[in-house]
C-alpha cells in the first residue's frame, strides 16, 4: 500500500473511531449511567463504581483497562494494542467531557435502556468497523480463546456481561436495573451487526485472496491476526504464472482488519469478499460470530 494511500486510510480510522467513541460517550453519559444502567463490560464496572463512590466513569475504565493492555500486547501483539489503545483513550476522555455538560435524560428508564443501546451500539460497531477495539472484554476473550480455542470468543464475552449485570442487581438492588442492562446489551448487539454487515442476518463472511506471495499473507493472516486459512493452488488465466488462493473465513467485523493486513504484504493482492450464511467449525462455535 502507498504512503499516502496508508495516510487516508489512518485518517479515515482516526475520524470515524472519533465519531464511534463520541456516540458511545453519548450513550453512557446520557442513558445509561444516569438511569443506574450498567450494561456489561468494563464501562460496566465502573458504572458501578460511580455509583458507589462517584469516581469518573472514563478514567476508572481507562485504569481498568491498563493491566488487559499489557496482557493484549504480551499474547496478541502491539500492532493489535495500538488501535485499541487509541480507542479506549478517545472514549474514556469523551465519557468524562461529556458528563461535564450534564446532558442527561432521566425519564422512562425503557427508553434509556433503548436509547443506551442504539448509541453504544452505533459507536462501538464504527469502532469494530475501522478494526479497532473497546479493550476489556474483547482483550479477555480474545487472549483466552487464543489459550482454549473450545471457548468461544462470543461465550467469553456473554459470561463477562452477565457477571456485570448480576453485580448490578446487588449495587443497585434491583433486579430491574439488571434487566434493563440486559435490554440495552441486547439492542446494542443488534446494532454492532446492522453497522458492520447492514441489516442481513448472516453468520459471517468467506475472503478469498489471490496473491503472488501466499507464504507470507498466510503467516501475516495466521500470527499476526490469529485467524485460520485454507491454501489452495491456482494459475493466473491471462498470465499463466502460479499463484496462491487463500480462503479464510472471519467475523464480519474482522474483515476490515485482515483485508488491510493483507494489502500491507501484498498490495496488489486480489480479494474477493462474500457472505456466508453458515460457518460451523473449531473457532466458530454458537455464537463466536454475533
Known sequence: MKLTDRVKSYTADLLITIL??????LSVDCFTAPNDIAPGGVTGLATLLNSLIHTPIGAVSLLLNAPLFIWGALESGKRFIVRTVIAVVIVSLMVDGFAIFGLVYTGDRMIAAIF???????????????????????IIARNLHRRFPYLSV?????????????????????????????????????????????????????????????????????????????????????????????????????????????????????????????????????????
Open 116 to 138: 443506551g443501546g442504539i448509541l453504544s451500539g452505533m459507536g462501538l460497531g464504527l469502532i469494530l468497523l475501522r478494526g479497532g477495539s473497546t479493550g476489556g472484554t474483547d
Open 154 to 290: 462470543g461465550r467469553i464475552v456473554f459470561l463477562s456481561d452477565a457477571v456485570v449485570i448480576i453485580l448490578s442487581a446487588v449495587v443497585y438492588s434491583s433486579i430491574e436495573n439488571a434487566l434493563y442492562a440486559v435490554i440495552t446489551i441486547f439492542v446494542s448487539t443488534k446494532l454492532i451487526d446492522t453497522v458492520i454487515i447492514g441489516f442481513s442476518r448472516d453468520n459471517g463472511k468467506l475472503m478469498m485472496i489471490v496473491t503472488s506471495v501466499p507464504s507470507s499473507v498466510r503467516d501475516t493472516i495466521t500470527i499476526r491476526e490469529d485467524r485460520g486459512v485454507t491454501l489452495l493452488n491456482a494459475r493466473g488465466g491471462y498470465s499463466h504464472l502460479p499463484l496462491g488462493v487463500i480462503m479464510c473465513a472471519v467475523r464480519s467485523h474482522d474483515v476490515y482488519r485482515i483485508k488491510n493486513a493483507v494489502l500491507s504484504v501484498d498490495d496488489n493482492a486480489f480479494i474477493v469478499i462474500m457472505t456466508a450464511g453458515t460457518i460451523a467449525g473449531n473457532g466458530f462455535q454458537g455464537s463466536e460470530l454475533n
Open 20 to 25: 464511534g467513541a463520541a456516540l458511545y460517550a
